[in-house]
């Protein structure tokens, strides 16, 4: 008895002596410096990722002579530097969503005004002289002092118009495609289904690459060589698998039961599938859209390797045509023309990238 | 409204025999229930009526004539499944209205009906809210509504309560079988919980493994199962079950011997707690636990044929833990199964002298 009233002596003495302000002075700190700490190193991985496009944009609508002017981006830089490190500091200091509004919208005020003053005299609109002048290489050639100009360019606008139409009917069909053999592939039993979807997954594995002489020869035969349409059944065909094998998985989401449920309730197996399964998986389709857009958008050795004349240049090749004749003479016109080519991408992820983020892969099921 | 007729109808899945011949006969107008453990084919046999699946052998009639290949859209049949599978992207009132479609049914008469049917389950002032928004009880309503707005003539329930919490489900179940009586619809209930089958359903059709084991009224599936399994299937707290040898007149089952009329060799005998009561003659024992359970107290008893359940009346305990009890029954209520499972209708058993 005595040796257990010992034992419980000690321990009340220790209970009344806990400092539990000072405990949680020491978790407040420790959770202060771990923010700090996860935004510094979030921060430092993605200056890389974000200076570059920075610089694009800086050198597109600043470089008036062709030369990206290293006092524009310095200042550039000197503006979105501190510009960063305010709102990483408001992000992990602030206490309340409010206040960390407040404070982002008031270095985001601050900013402006100071890269106005310290940039804004530099701002030059000539490099988009290729958006309205077609036979903008001797322009541009002649601030060099140089006059010959070696490329026949198309108007970029007719560059545009073919990226659009390569990736728009490319995601129509890759859609239409994906949409009807993942229902397919989720909903039916049928001989050599698993391995239908094992190949898909196989199939999504080879580079395409190595593949471009036999496509090249296979079109030629065809007589698709130099045809937008050549390309965009190149295309479908490497992004297909990938493409159903998603919405395969967002197929096996939806229940059966709601399938059965339309069906007793009076519809059709394509109506049921059509008003009750489609609705449902909107955002698998939204998602195999963008990304099959995208590719498209960005699609370089195909059409570089299957497209010849220029008036089937995409904006890839006219991209790429500018930076061969231009690049070392006017860094200012090429990076004009990868903003252009830029925007579009951009637009599409801003609008999109709340369904982009509810990808979820399913596992090959039997 | 319809009679349904299953004639030796069976259900394959490749190699696996789901529902090897069914005979089965529901007469219009009925409430049925189909009682069973998970896996016994129950699910299947309905989804075979909402035309789902097409039965492998045999033939369905809805009032006599062969629907086998009728399409489900074209059966007129309403479901409520189990997770109510509501549109989740349609309001309630599109959800309510979209079997009305396929039946072009005119635009005002649509919207009249969805109202109506909607007062009848009381969901009128949820019509343009979505589905995500409801509770389950009100989801619950809403898929009920969905199945009656086209006025079926047969109407499927699979398992519709077991998503309810227990005082919303004593609730629904007096709902559901009084809308039922009002419409007069041919009702299936397809349930693994015997309570809510007997509570609810004119007649149960206790299955297993693809079989019918009984037919009856809930009474008769209580009072004379004619098999072990619907005796152990049927009844809350479950039978007691002694397995034991009838010779001589004697049961005998561990240490003890009981007198037997009417059966002989391996036998099984049943018998609810609830027919058990402790008195002054009987099968001696000690009383191991107490389980109260509000109106009643199930008492777990130890004697020399093992464990026996004993329920009774009165909200407090009138016996204390390990005290020496005498359980009592009487013959009528006593069952005996042959070594096979199936009842000894004229065998009973009654307690020792």
């Given at each position: 008895m005595t040796a257990s009233a010992d034992l419980v002596l000690p321990r009340s003495n220790a209970k009344a002596s806990v400092d539990w302000t000072t405990i949680a002075a020491r978790s407040r700190l420790r959770r202060r410096t771990e923010a700090v700490?996860?935004?510094a190193f979030l921060i430092a991985v993605s200056l890389p990722?974000?200076?570059?496009?920075?610089?694009l944009v800086t050198v597109a609508f600043s470089a008036k002579l062709g030369i990206a002017e290293t006092k524009v981006l310095w200042r550039s830089m000197a503006v979105l530097v501190p510009a960063i490190i305010a709102f990483w500091l408001?992000?992990?200091l602030s206490a309340h969503r409010r206040r960390m509004l407040v404070g982002f919208a008031v270095i985001t005020v601050l900013a402006g005004m100071v890269f106005a003053v310290l940039v804004g005299p530099d701002l030059y609109l000539g490099n988009f002289i290729f958006l309205v002048e077609p036979n903008f290489e001797s322009a541009v050639l002649s601030r060099g002092g140089q006059v010959t100009a070696t490329t026949q360019y198309p108007s970029v606008w007719h560059a545009f118009a073919n990226s659009l139409i390569l990736a728009g009917s490319q995601t129509a069909i890759v859609v239409t495609v994906a949409s009807l053999a993942g229902y397919y592939l989720s909903r039916f039993q049928f001989p050599g289904r698993v391995a239908t979807l094992r190949s898909l997954l196989v199939l999504h594995a080879f580079p395409v690459l190595t593949l471009i002489v036999p496509l090249f020869l296979m079109l030629y035969w065809i007589g698709l060589l130099d045809t937008l349409f050549g390309v965009i059944l190149v295309l479908v065909a490497f992004e297909l698998p990938f493409a159903i094998f998603i919405m395969k998985g967002f197929f096996d989401g939806v229940p059966w039961d709601i399938e059965m449920s339309a069906l007793t309730d009076g519809a059709s197996r394509r109506q049921a599938f059509l008003r009750v399964v489609l609705p449902q998986v909107k955002n698998g389709i939204i998602a195999i859209a963008v990304f099959s857009f995208i590719r498209g958008w960005e699609e370089y050795i195909f059409v570089f390797t299957f497209?010849?004349?220029?008036?089937?240049?995409?904006m890839s090749l006219y991209m790429y045509f500018v930076r061969d004749d231009m690049m070392g003479v006017d860094y200012g016109v090429v990076s004009a023309v990868g903003v252009f080519y830029l925007v579009p991408s951009l637009l599409l992820y801003a609008v999109a990238q709340k369904y982009l983020s509810q990808i979820t892969l399913g596992g090959v099921k039997g | 409204m319809a009679r349904i007729e299953f004639r030796n109808l069976c259900k394959r899945f490749g190699e696996a025999t789901v529902i090897p011949g069914m005979d089965l006969e529901i007469d219009d107008g009925e409430f049925v229930a189909l009682l069973g453990p998970s896996g016994c084919g129950k699910s299947t046999s309905l989804l075979i009526l909402a035309g789902i699946y097409m039965p492998s052998g045999g033939e369905l009639l809805f009032d006599g004539h062969v629907v086998n290949e009728v399409e489900a859209k074209d059966r007129n049949v309403g479901i409520?499944?189990?997770?109510y599978a509501l549109y989740p992207q349609m309001t309630v009132r599109e959800n309510i209205m979209f079997p009305l479609r396929f039946k072009r049914t005119p635009a005002d008469e649509a919207r009249e009906r969805t109202n109506s049917i909607a007062d009848l389950v009381q969901i009128g002032e949820l019509l343009d809210r979505r589905p995500s928004e409801l509770s389950g009880g009100q989801q619950q309503r809403v898929a009920l509504a969905r199945a009656l707005v086209k006025e079926p003539q047969l109407l499927l329930l699979d398992e519709p309560l077991s998503n309810l919490d227990a005082s919303l489900r004593l609730s629904m179940r007096t709902e559901i079988k009084s809308l039922q009586k009002k419409l007069g619809i041919t009702t299936i209930l397809v349930t693994h919980d015997q309570v809510e089958a007997t509570t609810m359903a004119d007649r149960i059709i206790c299955m297993r493994a693809g079989r019918i084991e009984q037919i009856g009224a809930?009474?008769?599936l209580y009072h004379r199962p004619s098999s072990l399994f619907v005796a152990g299937f049927i009844g809350s707290p479950p039978i007691n079950l002694v397995v034991g040898r009838a010779e001589n007149g004697q049961f005998a089952a561990g240490s003890?011997?009981?007198p037997v009329e009417g059966a002989a060799g391996d036998v099984t005998v049943g018998l609810r707690p609830e027919h058990l009561s402790f008195g002054k003659s009987g099968l001696p024992g000690r009383i191991a636990q107490l389980e109260p359970m509000g109106r009643e107290v199930l008492y777990v008893v130890d004697t020399g044929i093992g464990y026996v359940r004993v329920l009774e009346q009165g909200s407090s305990a009138a016996h204390a833990s390990s005290e020496e009890v005498r359980i009592a029954f009487a013959a009528?209520?006593?069952?005996v199964f042959d070594s096979g499972g199936k009842l000894l209708e004229c065998a009973r058993i009654r307690p020792p002298s």
């Amino acid at each position: 008895m005595t040796a257990s009233a010992d034992l419980v002596l000690p321990r009340s003495n220790a209970k009344a002596s806990v400092d539990w302000t000072t405990i949680a002075a020491r978790s407040r700190l420790r959770r202060r410096t771990e923010a700090v700490g996860a935004y510094a190193f979030l921060i430092a991985v993605s200056l890389p990722i974000v200076l570059p496009y920075f610089w694009l944009v800086t050198v597109a609508f600043s470089a008036k002579l062709g030369i990206a002017e290293t006092k524009v981006l310095w200042r550039s830089m000197a503006v979105l530097v501190p510009a960063i490190i305010a709102f990483w500091l408001v992000g992990a200091l602030s206490a309340h969503r409010r206040r960390m509004l407040v404070g982002f919208a008031v270095i985001t005020v601050l900013a402006g005004m100071v890269f106005a003053v310290l940039v804004g005299p530099d701002l030059y609109l000539g490099n988009f002289i290729f958006l309205v002048e077609p036979n903008f290489e001797s322009a541009v050639l002649s601030r060099g002092g140089q006059v010959t100009a070696t490329t026949q360019y198309p108007s970029v606008w007719h560059a545009f118009a073919n990226s659009l139409i390569l990736a728009g009917s490319q995601t129509a069909i890759v859609v239409t495609v994906a949409s009807l053999a993942g229902y397919y592939l989720s909903r039916f039993q049928f001989p050599g289904r698993v391995a239908t979807l094992r190949s898909l997954l196989v199939l999504h594995a080879f580079p395409v690459l190595t593949l471009i002489v036999p496509l090249f020869l296979m079109l030629y035969w065809i007589g698709l060589l130099d045809t937008l349409f050549g390309v965009i059944l190149v295309l479908v065909a490497f992004e297909l698998p990938f493409a159903i094998f998603i919405m395969k998985g967002f197929f096996d989401g939806v229940p059966w039961d709601i399938e059965m449920s339309a069906l007793t309730d009076g519809a059709s197996r394509r109506q049921a599938f059509l008003r009750v399964v489609l609705p449902q998986v909107k955002n698998g389709i939204i998602a195999i859209a963008v990304f099959s857009f995208i590719r498209g958008w960005e699609e370089y050795i195909f059409v570089f390797t299957f497209l010849i004349r220029n008036t089937n240049w995409t904006m890839s090749l006219y991209m790429y045509f500018v930076r061969d004749d231009m690049m070392g003479v006017d860094y200012g016109v090429v990076s004009a023309v990868g903003v252009f080519y830029l925007v579009p991408s951009l637009l599409l992820y801003a609008v999109a990238q709340k369904y982009l983020s509810q990808i979820t892969l399913g596992g090959v099921k039997g | 409204m319809a009679r349904i007729e299953f004639r030796n109808l069976c259900k394959r899945f490749g190699e696996a025999t789901v529902i090897p011949g069914m005979d089965l006969e529901i007469d219009d107008g009925e409430f049925v229930a189909l009682l069973g453990p998970s896996g016994c084919g129950k699910s299947t046999s309905l989804l075979i009526l909402a035309g789902i699946y097409m039965p492998s052998g045999g033939e369905l009639l809805f009032d006599g004539h062969v629907v086998n290949e009728v399409e489900a859209k074209d059966r007129n049949v309403g479901i409520v499944f189990q997770s109510y599978a509501l549109y989740p992207q349609m309001t309630v009132r599109e959800n309510i209205m979209f079997p009305l479609r396929f039946k072009r049914t005119p635009a005002d008469e649509a919207r009249e009906r969805t109202n109506s049917i909607a007062d009848l389950v009381q969901i009128g002032e949820l019509l343009d809210r979505r589905p995500s928004e409801l509770s389950g009880g009100q989801q619950q309503r809403v898929a009920l509504a969905r199945a009656l707005v086209k006025e079926p003539q047969l109407l499927l329930l699979d398992e519709p309560l077991s998503n309810l919490d227990a005082s919303l489900r004593l609730s629904m179940r007096t709902e559901i079988k009084s809308l039922q009586k009002k419409l007069g619809i041919t009702t299936i209930l397809v349930t693994h919980d015997q309570v809510e089958a007997t509570t609810m359903a004119d007649r149960i059709i206790c299955m297993r493994a693809g079989r019918i084991e009984q037919i009856g009224a809930p009474n008769d599936l209580y009072h004379r199962p004619s098999s072990l399994f619907v005796a152990g299937f049927i009844g809350s707290p479950p039978i007691n079950l002694v397995v034991g040898r009838a010779e001589n007149g004697q049961f005998a089952a561990g240490s003890v011997a009981l007198p037997v009329e009417g059966a002989a060799g391996d036998v099984t005998v049943g018998l609810r707690p609830e027919h058990l009561s402790f008195g002054k003659s009987g099968l001696p024992g000690r009383i191991a636990q107490l389980e109260p359970m509000g109106r009643e107290v199930l008492y777990v008893v130890d004697t020399g044929i093992g464990y026996v359940r004993v329920l009774e009346q009165g909200s407090s305990a009138a016996h204390a833990s390990s005290e020496e009890v005498r359980i009592a029954f009487a013959a009528e209520d006593s069952l005996v199964f042959d070594s096979g499972g199936k009842l000894l209708e004229c065998a009973r058993i009654r307690p020792p002298s």
